[in-house]
């Protein structure tokens, strides 16, 4: 997968903000499983964010940190530097290279709050209910098993 080139008015916004808000991200690891951050990566969110951009945001695909981290940060910057007010249902384009797109859910976190969280499509560029596994998932509750056993 490629990511898109950060320009200099992305870098700027973002360093603008960067200190302002943290991302979180929550792993999950049973037993004596090996530790890999890309497989138990629960639920990266944001702490400080809604001040700057009316919104905190979140991903709950298990997916590498490192881009889970330049979307949010990316998203970030953009909304920060363009005034966008996002909207549950959003498609975000070319923020990801490869043509292939972002969609917005608006839900709530794991206290109640509101929250943003930021869809990736799975290879056939679908989302949610429609979307293969493991990317159909990202509508649920990330702390809920199937079963309804809690993960954290």
Request: with cysteine.
């Amino acid at each position: 997968m490629s990511i898109h080139k950060t320009s200099k008015e992305e870098i700027q916004a973002l360093d603008l903000i960067d200190d302002k808000f943290m991302i979180h991200c929550v792993i999950n690891v049973e037993g004596d499983a090996p530790f890999d951050e890309t497989k138990y990566l629960r639920d990266a969110h944001t702490h400080g964010l809604e001040e700057l951009i009316g919104t905190e945001l979140q991903i709950t695909l298990a997916a590498d940190p490192n881009l889970v981290s330049y979307l949010i940060n990316t998203i970030a910057a953009l909304a920060y530097k363009n005034d966008w007010n996002l909207s549950d249902g959003d498609i975000l384009k070319e923020v990801i290279q490869n043509n292939f797109d972002l969609k917005l859910f608006e839900t709530t976190d794991c206290e109640g709050k509101p929250i943003m969280r930021i869809l990736l499509p799975d290879p056939e560029n679908k989302f949610g209910k429609e979307a293969e596994a493991p990317y159909c998932y990202q509508l649920e509750d990330p702390y809920q098993e199937k079963d309804g056993r809690d993960l954290i």
